[in-house]
């Protein structure tokens, strides 16, 4: 007893400790956001410096407490919004102060290619002005190195390397371990090549699944490849020699891979750190107080362009933009998730808004609920139906849900490198009446007046049900054919030829008709312009967000001061640590999934 006395003492010293310490790091946060100014002091002669932490974004993920603080610590949950590294590059072109554009690309998580190209579009202009754009890190991971390319430096550390390793698909696959478990996964779907619920029925991918997987899969390589070889001024065949025979590459060089990719004409400087900062100060001055190189970051920076960069107190004529990124729910979900009602709500928000001209729903989610699906497509239709144009702009992943949401509107604008289709559905439901009968011996027993009102997962499912269900999803397909056949003008029969759950990259949507035209989302803006009759007028772009309340804002200003103080960082991030990361991030998505039918428009394409 004593023993367990004195163990539950140390464990409640140690929580106490632990509560303490995150009440300091909150107050030095709070007294720090008090006291601080928000003007950096930027020096005449400076470097833009853009780090980017984690995953490019097209919206930032809303997070709790506990989250922010478990990112804080050097969880691999960061997040960079694309926004703010465009608009601090297109800023920086103009700043006279800003004479050198350095990224710093050492904790970059990576993003889908389309972002990629969207900030390599911004460099090039960057480039227009005559100011120089340095890439430096230890070393190039191939989305970083892609960024990277586009500078008029590539700096790499002299023990770094940089890895092309291509783009690929890989999953788990549950099947013999649900068997061995004993639980029962009844899955209902419409679609040869809708491989979002093959996990739970195969080992391992089917043909079907590798056929479509390696045609969009090919095609992005193939955008990669020539869009890295023009910026580095090499032919895109000979990259791919790079990416395909590293190994012969750096036994050639005695296993020296910073060599082998100074030799094949990747790298322009090899520095240590040390080195790297003498060179930026020659270039840019040293700051007295650092002695280091003079810099601004891009937070900092941010706060000296104009404050409203989001539209949000524009007046006179607008373009509403509404962000759809993530996984989409049923009803009402935060930032970084797709919430049927939340969704609608912006949507109906704009078209309410005689300012309004025109709504942009710029998409980047693979999908998710037919239900809430279903109720943002309704909205769009209504915007339509009152006359307000309605334009798509697919990001980087538009896929089955992406493609219904988008299914209502005036024109369909996708990157070449867009990853869309996956027009299929499938619905799913799990039971685990096997394990606890065999294993735990409990049974589940009663009597009901009707089949649905014994539905549990604990209880074997009803064969009339699944029935039910089955005829739901043959149902929801039929309708999703409809849909798409009317919004592009096409038969249900051709459709059903490029649906079947296939996916797609832009360029092969674009040539099956899925999608009317080829770009980016400024692209989308003005064909909105366009339509709403504002084509040379004067016209804001306003995004349409939910309005954070004052406690929302204190809350965030506050997690940011608090990952500043603890000293946020993803470098140390082990490769066990992110595989749990991503292991326990699938079963959160799979625990989020609440379609009121069971019935999905999910692609296997995650968004970031």
Do not use: C
Request: aromatic fraction near 8%.
């Amino acid at each position: 007893m004593r023993v367990l006395i004195g163990a539950w003492g140390i464990v409640n010293s140690v929580r106490k400790v632990m509560v303490n310490l995150l009440f300091l790091v909150i107050a030095i946060a709070l007294v720090s956001m008090i006291f601080r100014s928000d003007a950096p002091d930027i020096a005449e002669t400076t470097a833009l410096v853009i780090k980017p932490k984690g995953q490019l974004v097209e919206q930032l993920t809303a997070k709790s407490m506990d989250e922010a603080l478990k990112e804080a610590r050097g969880a691999n949950t960061s997040e960079t919004l694309l926004k703010d590294v465009i608009d601090a590059i297109d800023a920086a072109k103009e700043d006279d102060r800003v004479q050198v554009l350095v990224f710093d690309l050492s904790t970059f998580g990576g993003a889908r290619l389309t972002k990629l190209q969207d900030v390599a579009a911004a460099i090039t202009k960057f480039k227009a002005s005559g100011k120089k754009v340095i890439a430096t890190a230890d070393f190039y991971a191939q989305d970083a190195y892609y960024i990277a390319a586009h500078a008029d430096e590539v700096i790499l550390n002299k023990i770094g390397g940089i890895a092309l390793e291509g783009f690929g698909r890989y999953r788990m696959y549950y099947k013999e371990g649900l068997d061995k478990l004993g639980l029962d996964v009844h899955i209902f779907k419409v679609g040869t090549f809708k491989s979002a619920i093959e996990p739970y029925l195969l080992d391992g991918m089917s043909e079907y699944a590798k056929e479509a997987n390696e045609e969009w899969l090919g095609d992005l390589w193939q955008i990669y490849l020539n869009d890295v070889a023009a910026a580095r001024g090499m032919d895109a065949a000979s990259l791919n020699v790079y990416a395909q025979e590293l190994p012969r590459l750096v036994s050639e060089t005695s296993g020296d891979i910073t060599q082998a990719a100074v030799d094949f004409g990747l790298v322009d400087k090899t520095f240590s750190r040390v080195e790297k900062r003498e060179y930026l100060t020659g270039l840019v001055g040293e700051d007295e107080k650092t002695h280091s190189y003079n810099a601004v970051g891009l937070v900092d920076y941010l706060k000296t362009i104009k404050s409203d960069r989001f539209g949000h107190n524009a007046k006179g004529d607008k373009i509403g933009v509404v962000v759809a990124r993530g996984t989409i729910l049923d009803g009402s979900q935060p930032a970084g998730k797709i919430g049927g009602d939340s969704t609608a709500a912006l949507i109906r928000q704009a078209r309410n808004d005689d300012s309004v001209k025109a709504i942009v729903l710029r998409v980047d989610s693979g999908g998710g609920s037919a239900f809430a699906s279903e109720v943002i497509r309704r909205e769009a239709e209504k915007a339509r139906m009152d006359g307000k144009p309605f334009v798509v702009s697919m990001g980087s992943v538009a896929a089955s849900g992406g493609v219904w949401i988008s299914s209502s509107s005036d024109q369909i604008w996708a990157h070449p490198s867009t990853i869309t289709g996956s027009i299929g559905i499938f619905g799913m439901f799990p039971t685990y009446q096997k394990p606890l009968a065999e294993h735990l011996g409990v049974r589940v027993d009663g009597v009901s007046t009707a089949p649905l009102s014994g539905i549990r997962p604990d209880r074997e499912l009803p064969t009339e049900v699944g029935a039910v269900i089955q005829q739901s999803v043959e149902h929801g397909y039929r309708e999703f054919l409809q849909r798409v056949a009317d919004s592009r003008g096409m038969t249900t029969e051709e459709v059903n030829k490029v649906a079947q759950g296939r996916v797609w990259s832009g360029v092969d949507a674009y040539e099956r008709g899925l999608v009317d035209n080829l770009g980016g989302l400024n692209d989308a803006i003005e064909a909105a312009a366009k339509l709403a009759k504002l084509d040379g007028a004067d016209y804001s772009i306003s995004y349409i967000e939910k309005e954070a309340s004052f406690q929302d804002r204190v809350m965030t200003a506050l997690l940011a001061e608090a990952q500043a103080v603890i000293g946020q960082s993803v470098e140390g991030t082990s490769p066990l640590a992110k595989l749990l990361t991503t292991i326990e991030r699938a079963a959160i998505d799979f625990g989020a999934m609440n379609d009121p039918n069971h019935v999905y428009v999910l692609s296997n394409i995650e968004t970031d």
